[in-house]
């Protein structure tokens, strides 16, 4: 195992993956060439039965690993190996070729980004994300052949949260749904350290024996269900500015860029001072986002990430497996 590759994976296993799965694994070969496959027992096959969200994922882990290798002077070249990341996927799946190169000069802003990146489930400050900031996600955004656009309308605003909130509870009565959710989260922060994944209660932003009610106890919470999506609710309060992003979503090859593209407007949020979090039941809920398209008219291509982002106090970390469970 290369000492290098062990770096680069130490500093990129703190990009972010759908439900904290963390489904990446790097093969070495040697200080120069890896591959990097995919753990199909990390996958999502009720609410990603395509792979998509998993496949963008890899891409997230692929550009966090050419952000560390740049702050260390080397390129990192990766070719995409065509992943099936589908629900019938088994084993270690190939998903890119990578190999590391000299660039001569060093680039250490977006490691430091990639290390203070967050996801913020936490209420935000009531602050709408400046112009200049959005402007720049945007470019960002572009760059990859995918548009940003983003609101701070208050309606509408309003109406995005209430949205997502509607979603997720349906879905989480859903039982195939639920258990799949239920398997990455955890109801203690002791469970959460010890499995290295998943949603910790406090990332989550609620007490661990609440959210074992929920989960384990589905049909006895029920008759409450309408008072915990006022409690859920309460957590996104203070949620001025919202976005979605437009592009490229049909092929692995335009789902992997696509996760390319999101690291990098994740790290151009970050150096703004700007948090945010996905909003992805709305997103793989058909109804949710047929009601999203007919409210924004998103045009030819298809919204394949809903988001809130703002000012918030600093949201705890995830966890994050080991190195050694990365790297191989």
């Not at 009720?46 to 882990?61: K, N, Q, S, W």
């Not at 890119?96 to 000069?105: D, I, K, N, V």
């Not at 945007?138 to 949205?163: C, G, I, N, Q, Y």
């Not at 006895?220 to 592009?247: C, D, F, S």
């Amino acid at each position: 195992m290369g000492a290098l590759w062990q770096e680069l994976v130490d500093d990129a296993r703190r990009a972010p993956s759908p439900h904290n799965t963390q489904a990446w694994l790097v093969e070495v070969e040697d200080d120069a060439r890896a591959s990097l496959r995919c753990r199909a027992e990390r996958l999502l096959p009720v609410e990603d039965p395509d792979g998509r969200f998993l496949t963008a994922g890899m891409g997230i882990f692929v550009e966090a690993l050419r952000v560390v290798a740049a702050a260390r002077g080397l390129v990192l070249v990766d070719e995409l190996a065509a992943p099936s990341l589908t629900a019938d996927a088994t084993g270690d799946v190939l998903v890119a070729r990578l190999e590391l190169g000299e660039a001569g000069e060093t680039d250490p802003s977006g490691r430091d980004l990639l290390l203070r990146r967050r996801t913020s489930r936490l209420p935000y400050d009531g602050r709408c994300a400046p112009e200049a900031a959005l402007g720049e996600l945007a470019a960002t955004a572009a760059r990859f052949d995918h548009e940003a656009r983003f609101s701070s309308e208050p309606d509408f605003v309003r109406w995005v949260v209430e949205l997502n909130a509607a979603t997720l509870f349906y879905d989480l009565s859903e039982d195939d749904r639920r258990a799949e959710i239920r398997h990455w989260t955890r109801t203690s922060e002791r469970e959460a350290r010890r499995q290295a994944d998943g949603f910790s209660p406090r990332c989550l932003g609620f007490p661990g024996p609440l959210v074992r009610l929920f989960f384990d106890h589905h049909r006895l919470v029920r008759p409450a269900e309408a008072a915990l999506r006022r409690l859920y609710l309460r957590q996104m309060r203070g949620t001025a500015t919202v976005g979605w992003i437009v592009g490229p979503w049909a092929t692995p090859p335009e789902w992997y860029a696509a996760g390319r593209m999101l690291l990098r407007l994740w790290l151009a949020a970050t150096a703004h001072g700007l948090v945010l979090q996905p909003f992805g039941s709305v997103i793989t809920n058909p109804t949710a986002h047929g009601r999203l398209d007919e409210r924004i008219s998103p045009g030819a291509q298809p919204v394949w990430l809903l988001l809130r982002l703002g000012y918030s106090a600093e949201p705890p970390r995830s966890e994050r497996l080991p190195v050694t469970a990365v790297l191989r």
